[in-house]
């Protein structure tokens, strides 16, 4: 029969070697593209690592940027004879024509009106002239 060479024990010791050699190649190609891959990773996690250590470097610098700030320049409080503002011409002119019409008569109102002042700062005025015309 032509069946018999199936049988054989040498095409089976043959198939059985050449399965095996199969395999074997099989495995150290496997072998060799893991190790590849892991130079790769190895290649690739040291240059991770390198620019981790740059962005932790710059992070760093500008946390004590951030935590030392620049001094401010010292200000200049001024002293008694430079905080004292001197009273406009117009102003003055303005109070007293306030407390002249004040004396004939007129009303809070009216002055504030002819005069263009508040009626706040024309009431003030006279109250602070009836204080003193108290005294």
Known sequence: MSWTWI???????????????????????????????????????KELNARLESFRSSLEKLRSAVREPEPLPALEVPGPCDAAVPLNSVQ????????????????????AATLHMPRTEVDLLLKVQKAVAGV
């Open 7 to 45: 049988v054989s024990p040498l095409t089976v010791y043959g198939a059985l070697a050449a399965g095996l050699a199969a395999c074997l190649v099989l495995f150290y190609s496997a072998k060799r593209e893991m190790l590849r891959q892991q130079a790769i990773w190895t290649e690739e996690r």
């Open 92 to 111: 003055q002119s303005k109070r007293s024509q306030a407390l002249r019409m004040y004396r004939r008569g007129e009303p809070a109102d009216r002055i």
